[in-house]
């Protein structure tokens, strides 16, 4: 079946009640069938759901714990201190934003949550990384705090080893699109991927549904990465049947989820799915998502398997640097 078939095949389905779990246990394997299995189990969730969770990822436990300590630690600092990094003084928006001062959902009044973002940097930081030569108008430099000595180290580690594992997940998404494995390896060669930190303080008393800790949103690169505190429920996905369903933290694993530079690489043949986060849970919540993207300089162009005379080309090129840019100054206002 082809691509345009099984897309047609896949939007006729009934809505996705769960999110599949895939264990990537043979995502390194010498063996060939072994990998085309797996991106066959890849290719039935990112058509009929869009998101996934992935266990035996290989990011060591304890990499993840630690940046999980030094994001506490940051968003305890006091308001002023964490101002000193407002990424409204950064064009490329590196830094801090505050409570209510982001807002994915224009019907919202804005998103309850703080976050710190950062790109791609050598943990043995380099004045000159042929890696940024080609950000274009996503160029500028990171920016850390200097109260937190460890705070850099701790989500950098966090930060190599999130996109080793979205390298090593490409090569699936092209088995996924019948694709060889080497698709996407010159337009991904200089990690164009965001990491942020988030803290959503408890949502207590009268319920306000135009404030919660994400509004209903796509993300903008190709996939995201994301771990979530565990114990604590709050992301939602929403199916085709516009019903919310909870995605909540599975101890082991990580949360992947298509975004919008795979839908229009794929004219839809993969799905960015709607989610949103809602704290109702009277505590603290943290999450660490890496939105990873293709190089800034590659042109979204549809895969030409994806593109049929009934199915025709639906969005118009751009960069992938261009679209990441104008979908950030949208939810940050500037």
Partial sequence: MSLVHAA?????AEAFRDIPIIDLKDLDSPRPEARKALGSAVKDACMNVGFLYVKNHGIPEETIQKAYSASKEFFSLPLDKKMELDMRKSSAFKGYNALLTSNLDPINRGDLHEGF????????????????????????????????????EALLSYYHAAVNLGRKMFPLFALALDLPENFFDDKTK????????????????????????????????CFTILWQEPGIQALQVLNKRNEWIDAPPIPGTLVINLGDQFARWTNDVFKSTVHRAINRSGVRRYSIPLFFGTDYDVKLEPIPSCVSP????????VTAGEYVKERLKATYGH
């Fill in 117 to 152: 973002e950062f790109g791609w940097e050598e943990i043995q930081a380099r004045d000159n990384d042929e890696k940024r030569a080609n950000d274009g108008v996503m160029a500028g430099a990171n920016v850390w705090p200097s109260d937190i000595p460890d705070f850099r």
């Fill in 190 to 221: 200089n990690a164009a991927a965001i990491m942020r930190v988030l803290h959503y303080p408890p949502q207590t008393g009268a319920v306000d549904d135009r404030v919660i800790g994400i509004g209903a949103h796509t993300d903008f690169e």
């Fill in 310 to 317: 009934e199915r025709p080309a639906k969005y118009e090129v």
């Fill in 8 to 12: 047609y095949s896949a939007e006729s």
